[in-house]
């Protein structure tokens, strides 16, 4: 099946740093979607990208999606405690009637206050 | 809160034992999604429905089913369960298909 290559498997870094963290594919994808997910609760939505190139924020978070549409990546700027968890990436391709997700295996980020 | 809820939060069970999943979508979200998310496998997609209809099918066992319900509420139906199927079920929702996706909970099942 599809596959995505998410990278860093896990992160550890001090409050205040930058935070970068990407996703590959060898297969083309119409929508890169950006997740965060603490523990005991559900992936929550962060960044949706629909347009190959498209770069979008929201506050301090910046997601692109690829040109060649097999990758995207996220962006976390000044991190704070309340980053950590797990972020996953998930690319979705339709047409016909295929509409899931297929998701990365997720970046576990941890902040140092 | 993403509107997606999901009931029961924890369930414990034994093998061969059959569970019932329940999820309830977004007001207004006619697609629902099934997922399982183990520690080694990551966020695995099962099923998809839209308006009643199976739509799409991933990774999901014969020992597993799902329907949508003309209220739009859904169910996963886990049957002959074994050890291995201990894991975290996610229902999703979305207006229509191809459109963002937002997660339930999650229901924690545990097969001892």
């Known amino acids: 099946g599809q596959q995505l290559n998410q990278s860093p498997q896990s992160m550890f870094i001090q409050e205040g740093e930058d935070v970068s963290m990407n996703c590959t594919s060898s297969?083309?994808?119409?929508?890169w979607l950006w997740y965060k997910q603490d523990p005991g609760e559900g992936p929550v939505l962060l960044i949706a990208?629909?347009?190959?190139?498209e770069l979008t924020s929201n506050g301090r978070l910046t997601a692109q999606f690829g040109i060649t549409r097999k990758d995207s990546f996220l962006n976390i700027s000044a991190s704070i405690p309340s980053d950590v968890g797990i972020y996953f990436c998930?690319?979705?391709?339709?047409?016909?009637?295929?509409?899931?997700?297929?998701f990365g295996k997720g970046t576990k980020l941890s902040v140092k206050p | 809160d993403s509107g997606v809820t999901q009931t029961p939060k924890h369930l414990i069970t034994a093998t061969g034992q059959r569970v019932t999943l329940r999820c309830s979508p977004r007001?207004?979200?006619?697609?629902v999604y099934w997922y399982q998310q183990s520690l080694d496998q990551g966020l695995q997609f099962l099923i998809q429905?839209?308006?009643?209809?199976?739509?799409a099918k991933g990774n999901i066992l014969e020992r597993f089913s799902a329907q949508q319900f003309p209220d739009l509420h859904s169910e996963l139906n886990l049957s002959s369960l074994e050890l291995g199927d201990s894991a975290l079920y996610f229902c999703?929702?979305?207006?229509?298909?191809?459109?963002?996706?937002?997660f339930g909970s999650g229901t924690q099942l545990s097969v001892l």
């Open positions: 007001s207004g979200d006619l697609s």
């Open positions: 999703a929702s979305s207006v229509d298909v191809g459109e963002k996706l937002f």
């Open positions: 297969s083309i994808f119409n929508t």
């Open positions: 998930a690319g979705q391709r339709y047409g016909g009637s295929q509409g899931n997700l297929i």
């Open positions: 990208l629909y347009k190959a190139g």
């Open positions: 429905y839209y308006n009643g209809e199976e739509r």
